[in-house]
């Protein structure tokens, strides 16, 4: 135990450890460890993948730059985001030195113990890049000279990681808007990774986005369907997502403050929407428009057989002085009470016995999951369980999930994981996570007498593999 | 490992897997295992031990039909109610063959993997039936079979399996307004089972209950006091108080939508009763005659002795459709954030000092565990907690309820376990499996050093069978 | 297992029973179980510490009269506080026979059971107090005279006490408007043990408390600043803050039903204070200036350097009963929900950004640990984490912080352990119980390949002593 090496993972890591456990767990792990990757739900970006000579540039620019889950640690205590070279909006000065970043990086990475972040990057670490040393103040230098070695070498590219992270399907996720350049890109470059992206149109129903009149300007031209009222808006959501379809999407995803759902009717959709276009929005008309328009979706998504995703509880942008010097997405979004009972019972009452559509819910807040979100979930056939999101894609996080949803909800009411990230290197990382942690709670299952190994491996198959191709239709 | 057959449950179900506490759990385990059950709340209909000759029906009668634990999950993915005979409110279609609706409850048995449900069941069809084999598609008509010829046989009436279940004492749930019949013919048929009634007055003080006015008319009835003024509402239930505790009754039984209980002035009170009886209640007044009620009741219970269970927190028929089609108690029943500090202050201001009463609170958001109830239990004299309620009613379930209110409120706080079930041969399982949960928690505390041997066994006693008499004064 | 002596405390007491995983928690708590304690938050007497002679007083009076943890639990069940000795505000006669007292509470001792009383009971009776018999009403004579005897040696005078615990630092709770007459015994007497004051400004800024007007006066009193207005108000705290660090205080408390926090303008403030000094505050005003002043404190601290605590969602003196016969502090005050995302916006925005600023937060409401408080400390620079507080302050509660904020929020933006008591003899059980829990964590991550060794023990370190000295600048 003295020299337990955590930069060289351990094989049967994250098991609890009883030993007959911990050798149920393995023989359950080891069954479904190879299977492809399904990853429904992420950000990466679909122009590493359009250009197959696309490169991660540096270490910092792989691992630190874009990951709000790293910077926002290193914030917390005190290190100025444009340290960790951030770019500000003002343009303002930023540090440039990407090797001086990773070493404030390594310098603090004692933050990230028994963080999610510190397992993931030091099973990145590892078996992406092969790095044999722990990171360390001491050991920064060396270690990016080995990632920095390696990121210029094809097999390093984010086509060849693809293929060797044996990744069956990825789903991005785009704007209502987007003209899906690159995904066009991808088809017609003839490369067989399967990449679908996902219709994601809150820009355009949030009526308090910044920049919203632009974005339905912007739908106007990609539908080609001049939007200056409620019809046109509808119609050309529709319009679009027939083309997402026909781009081989399967699924949209919502973000909501809340999962507040209400018919409005047609006069009063159009009274807020001409509000809105004159520029005359206000909180209580952007709250009751967004409860409308879930709804809405929910009536495409029985029409034309897209699974539709709802993510809420999150306050975006808590803290201003972030938002207006960098902008949206670092790291200040803060989770608040969420409440689904109640805000679905319009949209229940309405679709929710339809087995058509299938509506899958992401929360942030932990109490639901079985006071609301597994009884919801184990009695309307439309709905089902997305995995535990965000700051709980983790090891107790999933053991919470699991312990809270299961016994109510059934496994098969669950929509099995999804890694939504954008750290592309860190995929295998999580989705080996969740492998394990579900390997993990099967077998203490086993053990107690709960189910037998018959069912056992079932589950670990359903878990890593069925649950998500069947409830994103892929 | 292999071969590990569920459908024989293991001796050792339940336990944590380190061999040291499992030693430790088998033992306190072993000490109340045979112990007589106390059943003090349950939804059992008291006519299957009226008549020495009831039978329970064919397997669907007894398992799927009447339990809405099994038919909601199957209905959450897709297979309609009237598949599973459940009987339309308009006499509607709904399959009649109880083979075919056995063999499709069978198909699906897999999602009941690491639900209560399916653990409760394979032990059922073990221990009552003595059934060897694992329930699945294929082996669905030969456990039909086996069951439906055990049902025909006289061990298997209501009366026998009361006797082989080792029940000391349970007590059913009856409306206000109930003549009590059945219990009046147990009584009398010499038979020596212990079944008392439990007075629950929901349907003539929730204002919105459908058919309120006929509930009104029939209390008048069963009571012989014209019920048309707010006294003689109270005289009414004061009198029939005094019938169920002459039939055996030891306490009452309330469910609201929350916790909140407020006092009204009489005139108020009347009032709003006038408004009702002239059927002009509004959701307001309900709330408000609801909240006063509570505390009436209180005070009856101070005054005749009445221990006073009151269960809130669920959103009742959430599921309009299954509401209309099927009428109540359908599985749509889905639990909403529940509040207790501020809304039971009112009545423990009251009544809270006065140890005359007892005041067993059940609750389903699991938030309020430490932060409110156990607290609560912890100080006043008048109040103590029901055990882990409806979904909750699980292993997991359990083990968070023990791990968030023990520490807090101290065992003799609680009021042991109660099984809350109309699925009469699921009782055993049931009391098994928490005196299973029980042992293994206490086992926890012995191997951490936290509890000795000689405690350990009151303990275990005291969650077995000593707190439930106690609480329920039987 | 037979005779497992709870009386004695097991060498490995509390951590989880896997051999591996104790083997690894007994390392890690060996490395730090001898460091000196840190006590930056409790409400010790500081009287205790200025006399050298002061004592104890009979065993009633040091472990029962004064803990509400142990009268509390004892009155749930019935037994009057005034058969406990708690003093009556009517001077009403209560037991005066102290030996009864203690053989009431042996006689009850079977109620504390698996609760953080019990455990911290039985440690104190045997470390402190060298008692080798299990407390019961049997026993209850023998170990009262054993204490008596003990009390009445010079080895078991506080001061004696306060170096024998190894208390490297203690912080007492002191109104804003004491003169800190007991501390300035201290310093004078030439004893070496650094005690320090905590500013608790509640009782003036609270402009519902009971006595205001008379603090206000007080207030004017201490400072030399006749407070008749808000900018006097302001002042004359600010003043006594200067004194307060002058005394060796590093940290400000400050107790609120809610974390709301919302700017006034100074007029509106200033309005109304002149209606509080007129005696005409209402709810509301109260609710606002608090608001107000929790913000103006945080301006306060980031000008003077003083840590700010902040301890919300307790609901004060619940039973009114209780509260009028004996006063507050008794055992009445029961915990609400808390919300924290929201309410702390304004505070956050305006300060939340500034690493001069230290501001702890403490609760009693688990569901914000992983939904709230640890996303904003994982984001905040200002922001650290208290330990689990009151209730929580457990075996399983401290499970639940570390389960729940750890992953999100990491170590390092907590502030180590506190132990919040007025119970003297207590402090070194309860400091052992959290490096133990601690260690117990630790090791969990280690058998799990989370941290390797190197690490763990200097997580153990930092959880120990390091992380409450930096938070609290001592």
Redesign the interface.
């Known amino acids: 135990?003295?020299?337990?090496?955590?930069w060289h993972?351990?094989e049967?890591?994250?098991?609890?450890?009883?030993p007959?456990?911990r050798?149920?767990a393995m023989?359950l792990y080891k069954s479904v460890a190879d299977l492809p990757i399904i990853s429904p739900h992420g950000h990466v970006d679909p122009r590493l993948l359009a250009d197959e000579n696309a490169s991660f540039g540096t270490p910092a620019d792989l691992l630190i730059i874009p990951d709000h889950y790293v910077f926002?640690?290193l914030?917390?205590?005190?290190i100025p985001l444009e340290n960790l070279g951030i770019p500000r909006k003002d343009g303002g000065p930023v540090e440039k030195d990407h090797r001086k970043i990773w070493q404030t990086f390594a310098d603090h990475f004692?933050?990230?113990?028994?963080?999610?972040t510190?397992?993931w990057l030091a099973d990145e670490l590892h078996s992406v890049f092969g790095i044999e040393e722990?990171l360390t103040g001491k050991t920064a230098p060396s270690i990016y000279d080995q990632i920095e070695a390696k990121l210029k070498l094809p097999p390093f590219r984010p086509r060849a990681l693809f293929k060797r992270f044996n990744i069956e399907v990825m789903c991005t996720t785009d704007a209502a808007t987007d003209p899906l350049t690159h995904h066009r890109a991808i088809r017609k470059s003839g490369w067989d990774g399967n990449v679908r992206p996902t219709f994601r149109p809150d820009a355009v129903t949030n009526l308090l986005t910044p920049d919203w009149r632009d974005n339905i300007n912007a739908l106007s031209k990609a539908s080609g369907i001049c939007v200056d009222s409620y019809p046109t808006l509808i119609k050309a959501l529709e319009d679009r997502r027939v083309f997402f379809k026909s781009m081989g999407a399967t699924a949209t995803d919502h973000a909501a403050e809340t999962a507040h759902t209400a018919e409005l009717s047609s006069s009063e959709a159009e009274n807020i929407f001409q509000h809105a276009l004159s520029g005359k929005t206000n909180a209580d008309d952007a709250k009751r428009f967004i409860a409308h328009m879930i709804m809405e979706f929910a009536r495409m998504s029985i029409e034309d057989g897209l699974v539709m995703q709802l993510h809420v509880g999150s306050?975006r942008d808590?803290?201003?002085?972030?938002y207006k010097r960098f902008g949206a997405n670092m790291?200040?979004d803060?989770?608040?009470?969420s409440?689904f009972?109640?805000n679905l019972?319009p949209l229940?009452?309405k679709y929710?016995?339809d087995?058509r559509l299938t509506l899958i819910l992401f929360n942030?807040?932990?109490?639901t999951y079985?006071?609301?979100l597994?009884?919801?979930?184990?009695?309307?056939?439309a709905?089902r369980l997305g995995p535990p999101w965000w700051?709980?894609d983790?090891?107790?996080?999933m053991k919470?999930y699991l312990?809270?949803v299961?016994?109510?909800?059934?496994?098969?009411?669950t929509a099995g994981f999804n890694d939504d990230t954008r750290a592309y290197p860190s995929i295998p990382a999580r989705h080996d996570l969740w492998r394990r942690v579900s390997a993990n709670w099967i077998a203490?299952?086993?053990?107690?007498?709960?189910?037998?190994?018959e069912?056992a491996r079932?589950?670990a198959m359903d878990m890593a593999y069925r649950l998500v191709k069947k409830a994103y239709k892929l």
């Open positions: 135990m003295k020299n337990h090496p955590q993972p351990l049967d890591r994250y098991f609890d450890p009883d007959a456990e050798r149920v023989e926002r640690m914030y917390s205590q005190g004692y933050l990230f113990r028994g963080t999610p510190g397992v722990k306050i808590h803290n201003d002085l972030i790291g200040a803060i989770p608040s009470q409440e009972t109640k019972w229940l009452n929710g016995n087995s942030l807040d932990e109490s079985s006071r609301e597994a009884p919801l979930a184990g009695h309307y056939p709905v700051f709980y983790s090891i107790n996080g919470r312990d809270r299961m016994e109510t909800a059934g496994l098969h009411n203490g299952l086993v053990v107690r007498g709960i189910v037998d190994m069912d079932e589950m």
